[in-house]
């Protein structure tokens, strides 16, 4: 098996499309029980119009495709900065048992900075939650897209 370091790299490539699209820097992959990228997503809400284009809806959408059916049990995604309420509760309908993250993000983070939704005891499955893979290469493309936003 592959690292937790090597998929986030694959989420991080994915940030950068983001980033190159003009979007928030954000990128996810689904990967199987087997080790297999089976998704893949980066921010698209702003070219895509649509709210619900974020990095992790974009991979679960992708490995839904993919596998032919929404329920990913077994499957850890991987995303670059901490998941949102919507994408939460898309990765729990998904039926993920793993979710790594790189950075948190302070405002909106439901996985362990503004509430950990993954821990409610009302959920069909757990979900594990591993913080911090990555954090300083996902923390720099944030801040890289940010400042670049205030200056022009």
């Not at 989420?11 to 980033?19: N, S």
């Not at 080790?35 to 490995?63: C, K, M, S, W, Y």
């Not at 509760?89 to 950990?116: C, D, F, L």
């Not at 757990?126 to 944030?142: F, K, Q, T």
Request: aromatic share 6%.
């Amino acid at each position: 098996m592959r690292s937790d370091e090597f998929y986030m790299h694959r989420a991080l490539d994915q940030a950068h499309l983001a980033m190159a699209a003009g979007e928030v820097p954000v990128g996810a992959v689904v990967v199987s029980a087997e080790g297999e990228i089976i998704g893949e997503g980066f921010n698209a809400p702003v070219g895509q119009h649509d709210p619900t284009a974020h990095a992790e809806v974009q991979a679960l959408r992708d490995a839904g495709k993919r596998t032919g059916n929404y329920r990913l049990t077994g499957c850890t995604l991987y995303v670059s900065v901490e998941p949102c309420l919507m994408c939460t509760g898309a990765i729990i309908h998904a039926r993920i048992a793993r979710v790594v993250y790189g950075v948190a993000e302070p405002r909106t983070g439901m996985a362990q900075s503004k509430a950990n939704l993954f821990a409610q005891p009302w959920h069909n499955h757990e979900v594990e939650v591993v913080s911090g893979v990555l954090v300083a290469p996902a923390r720099r493309l944030l801040k890289t897209f940010f400042a670049s936003r205030r200056s022009s």
